[in-house]
C-alpha cells in the first residue's frame, strides 16, 4: 500500500528516539492478555456484531494494546463490499486522526530482529525478513503472539499472483501477465535461498508446513497491505491496514509518524491515519492507494483495477541489435543515461510519450550520415541532442519501430477489442476474468492509439525541423525563414 507517510516533531518527551532500529532499544513487545479477558469489553462493544468474530477479537485486542477505545477512535472493522474496511462511528473532520498505532505493533525488520528467527534474518533483505516472518508466524497458529492479527488477514486476494494457471491465461500477451510471472519467480528464488540457508538449517524453528505457498502468500499480504516508511523501511501496521481504496480520494498524504502515548503508562512512535476529506457517521473511510499506479500495478498487487481515471497502460520493449556495428558506442550512451542494450517504456493512456523512449529509439536507429552523433566529442551533448528529430530517416525508422512494436503486442492477445467489448457489456463475468478482460482491453486500445499516431507522424515527417537545420539556425548561417547567410551569426552560442 501507497501511504505517504511525513513524521512530524512530537511536543511530548520522547520515550523513543526516531527511527531507531537497534534491537537494544526495541519498545517491550505487546502484552499477552487473551482478548476474552472483560476488560476492554466497552470497546468492543462498538464493533457491529455482525462483524466475523475472528474481526472482534482482533478488535478487542487492539483494545486492550490501548490503540482504540470508543473516546479517541472514531472508526471500526466492518465487513463492506471491498472485503473488511473501516466505517466512521460519528462524522469525521478533514484531516483528523482515526486511528494511532504504536510502533511496538508494527510488522517490520525490527519485529522480526526481536523474534526467535532474528538472529538469523540479519542479512536478509527487509522484505524476505518480513515475509518469512509473517509465513512462520501464520503458521504456529494459536500459538503466535500475533495470532488475532493473522486471523483477521485474507488467505488469498485477487491480486494476479495468486490466480491460478487458467485464471492467468486470460491475460495472456499483457504487461500484467509478464510483471505477474517476474514477480512469482523472483519470490520463488528467494524463497529456494532462504529454505536452504535459515528454514532447512534451523527445522527446530520453522513448522514443517512452511512451504513457498505460506511464504508467497507473506508476500502477497505484504504487498497489498505494507507501506514504505521514511527511508525505505517497511511496516504493516494492524488496523491501519483494513483501510480501503476509492478513487474519490485524490490526496495521498493520509499518514503521520510522531511521538506520543502508546498505553496506560507508555510513550511511543505512532503511526496516525487520516482521513484526507470529511466523513459522515456510517461511511467507510477510504484513502488513495497511489495515482501514479497503473491499472496493471493495481490488479498486480491489489486484485481490482479502476476504470475511466486514466490508469490504462501498456508497456513497449526496445532494444540495440547486436549486428548493429555501432552497437558498443550506443551501448556507452545508453548506460550513461540511465538505460541499458534494452529498455521498456510503460505508456499511460493519459499522459504524454514518455521523452526518453523518443531519446532511445532516435540513439537505437542512428546509422550512415546520422552516425557522426556517435563520436566521442560529441558524447556528452548527443542525449540532449536526441530530444529532436535527429533527420528524416531517423524518425522514419523510429516511426517503424514503434508501429511494429505496436502490431507485434496486439498480435498476442487471445482477444480482440471487440470480443472484449462485448464480453464486457454482456455483463455476469467472474471478478477475475473481469479484471483480465479491462486489462486486455485497456491495453490493446492504448497500442492501436500509439501505433495510428506514429502511422500520422510518418505522413508529416517533412514538416520536422532536424538537426543540421537546426544546427545552421543556431550557428546563424540559416535564418528564421529558411534564407542562407554567409557569415555565421557572432552572438551565436554552439551547442547541440
Ligand atoms: C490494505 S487491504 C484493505 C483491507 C481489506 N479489504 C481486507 O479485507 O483485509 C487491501 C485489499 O483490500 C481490497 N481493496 C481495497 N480497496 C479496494 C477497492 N477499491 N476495490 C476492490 N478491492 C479493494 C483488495 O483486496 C486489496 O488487496
Not at 473501516?86 to 526481536?114: G, I, Q, S, Y
Not at 523472483?186 to 532462504?194: M, N, Q
Not at 523512449?357 to 546520422?370: A, T
Not at 479491462?438 to 510518418?458: A, C, D, M
Request: with cysteine; aromatic share 10%.
Amino acid at each position: 500500500m501507497s501511504f505517504s507517510c511525513a513524521v512530524v516533531p512530537s511536543t511530548s518527551p520522547c520515550k523513543f528516539p526516531l527511527f531507531s532500529i537497534s534491537t537494544a532499544s526495541q519498545p517491550k513487545p505487546f502484552s499477552q492478555i487473551h482478548p476474552s479477558s472483560a476488560s476492554a469489553s466497552e470497546s468492543a462493544s462498538v464493533v457491529p456484531p455482525s462483524v466475523p468474530q475472528p474481526v472482534q477479537a482482533f478488535w478487542k485486542w487492539m483494545s486492550e494494546e490501548g490503540v482504540v477505545s470508543p473516546y479517541t477512535c472514531p472508526v471500526v472493522p466492518a465487513v463492506v463490499p471491498e472485503g473488511l474496511g473501516l466505517v466512521a462511528t460519528r462524522d469525521v473532520d478533514k484531516d483528523e486522526f482515526l486511528l494511532k498505532v504504536p510502533r511496538r505493533l508494527w510488522v517490520n525488520t525490527d519485529t522480526v530482529a526481536a523474534s526467535d528467527i532474528g538472529s538469523l534474518c540479519g542479512g536478509l533483505k527487509s522484505w524476505v525478513a518480513v515475509c518469512l516472518f509473517l509465513a512462520r508466524e501464520k503458521e504456529m497458529g494459536s500459538s503466535s503472539p500475533w495470532r488475532f492479527y493473522l486471523d483477521v488477514l485474507p488467505e488469498r486476494t485477487n491480486a494476479t499472483i495468486f490466480w491460478s494457471e487458467e485464471e492467468l491465461s486470460e491475460i495472456k500477451g499483457t504487461s500484467l501477465l509478464r510483471m505477474t510471472m517476474e514477480m512469482k519467480e523472483h519470490v520463488e528464488d528467494e524463497f529456494r535461498k532462504v529454505d536452504e540457508a535459515i528454514i532447512t538449517p534451523n527445522g527446530h524453528l520453522f513448522p514443517s508446513s512452511l512451504t513457498f505457498e505460506r511464504f508467497l502468500w507473506a508476500f502477497g499480504m505484504i504487498r497489498s497491505r505494507a507501506f514504505s516508511r521514511l527511508g525505505d523501511q517497511l511496516a504493516i501496521i494492524p488496523l491501519v491496514d483494513l483501510i480501503n481504496h476509492s478513487s474519490k480520494i485524490t490526496k495521498e498524504d493520509n499518514a503521520v509518524e510522531m511521538n506520543g502515548p502508546a498505553g496506560l503508562f507508555s510513550w511511543d512512535l505512532l503511526f496516525c491515519l487520516k482521513s484526507t476529506i470529511p466523513v459522515k457517521e456510517g461511511e467507510q473511510v477510504f484513502i488513495q492507494y497511489g495515482l501514479k499506479k497503473s491499472n496493471a500495478d493495481l490488479a498486480l498487487h491489489y486484485g481490482f483495477v479502476e476504470l475511466g481515471t486514466g490508469r490504462d497502460s501498456c508497456n513497449l520493449t526496445f532494444g540495440i541489435r547486436e549486428s548493429d556495428p555501432f552497437n558498443a558506442d550506443k551501448l556507452q550512451i545508453a548506460v550513461a543515461n540511465g538505460s541499458s542494450e534494452t529498455a521498456d517504456f510503460e505508456i499511460f493512456i493519459d499522459r504524454p510519450l514518455p521523452q526518453e523512449m523518443l531519446q532511445y529509439l532516435r540513439l537505437i536507429s542512428l546509422d550512415g550520415l546520422d552516425a557522426f552523433l556517435l563520436e566521442p566529442a560529441l558524447r556528452n551533448s548527443v542525449w540532449k541532442a536526441l530530444k529532436s528529430p535527429v533527420s528524416r530517416s531517423n524518425e522514419d525508422i523510429v516511426c517503424r519501430m514503434v508501429r511494429d512494436a505496436c502490431r507485434s503486442a496486439l498480435s498476442g492477445y487471445p482477444t480482440t477489442i471487440e470480443q472484449d467489448e462485448s464480453l464486457i457489456r454482456k455483463g455476469n463475468l467472474d471478478y477475475k476474468l473481469e479484471i483480465a478482460a479491462w486489462v486486455r482491453l485497456g491495453e490493446k486500445k492504448l497500442l492501436k492509439r500509439i501505433e495510428r499516431e506514429f502511422e500520422e507522424r510518418e505522413l508529416t515527417l517533412d514538416e520536422f525541423e532536424y538537426y543540421t537545420e537546426r544546427r545552421f539556425k543556431e550557428l546563424g548561417l540559416v535564418g528564421d525563414e529558411g534564407e542562407v547567410n554567409c557569415q555565421p551569426n557572432k552572438d551565436s552560442v554552439p551547442s547541440m
